[in-house]
């Protein structure tokens, strides 16, 4: 019974080049969330996301960063153009529905040259 | 708006002894609470979670909380800690609207 699987575990990237990152949730749960943990920092929300519908953006950056949840396959978080400062360990969760306990990736760590 | 206070950083004690991690929160609706661990470079694991009924929690690894709704507080706590309790510790707080809001985190240091 896999967890919530994340991947890549570390990503490099130099600035300007684009990062995805994916998210397969624990089987049965169709709600995904996404996290990011900068440096020294707690964890902020970022998006809220059901099968083929984006639920909560509402800690999204406006731009170069978007995130997707289709009806076949994992959750992909996308950050265009990195810059440093998007240097952090970004972390998905999963559950069942909305008021469900939400189970944790082990988080994909991006470092931006 | 929600938010979580975790009102110490870092948290030093000596293996064996009682160790308690405070956590305040804010919030206008009813709330479910819950403390997560992480262990370095993983990811978060639930400790435990008050959703209702009894405002005592027990968790897994021997921690405990409870929920004080009129001090708005969930205060983590262990009678004797071990080494391996080493970790970083995280309150958060959700609505039924799904998204947890975390408090800064603290960080608990076993010494032998």
């Known amino acids: 019974n896999a967890g919530v699987m994340q991947n890549p575990r570390h990503l490099v990237r130099r600035r300007g080049q684009e990062a995805r990152l994916r998210c397969s949730p624990m089987k049965g749960h169709s709600h995904v969330y996404w996290y990011r943990q900068l440096p020294e920092e707690g964890l902020k929300f970022m998006v809220y996301?059901?099968?083929?519908?984006?639920?909560?953006e509402s800690g999204m950056p406006k731009e170069r960063f978007s995130a997707e949840f289709p009806k076949e396959g994992p959750s992909i978080l996308r950050i265009q153009q990195v810059v440093r400062g998007d240097s952090a360990a970004y972390f998905c969760?999963?559950?069942?529905?909305?008021?469900?306990?939400?189970?944790f990736g082990a988080g994909t760590r991006l470092s931006v040259l | 708006a929600q938010s979580v206070t975790q009102l110490d950083s870092q948290v030093p004690v000596f293996e064996e002894a009682p160790v308690e991690l405070r956590c305040n929160y804010s919030s206008s609706v009813s709330v479910y609470l819950f403390w997560y661990v992480q262990y370095p470079n993983q990811g978060l694991q639930l400790l435990l979670k008050?959703?209702?009924?009894?405002?005592l929690v027990k968790g897994i690894n021997g921690f405990e909380a409870e929920f004080n709704k009129s001090q708005t507080s969930f205060h983590l706590r262990k009678p004797s800690v071990h080494i391996s309790d080493t970790a970083e510790y995280f309150c958060a707080v959700a609505n039924q609207g799904g998204k947890l809001i975390f408090g800064q985190g603290t960080e608990l240091s076993v010494k032998p």
């Open positions: 008050y959703l209702s009924g009894s405002t």
């Open positions: 969760a999963s559950s069942q529905d909305s008021s469900d306990i939400q189970y």
């Open positions: 996301l059901q099968k083929e519908n984006i639920i909560d």
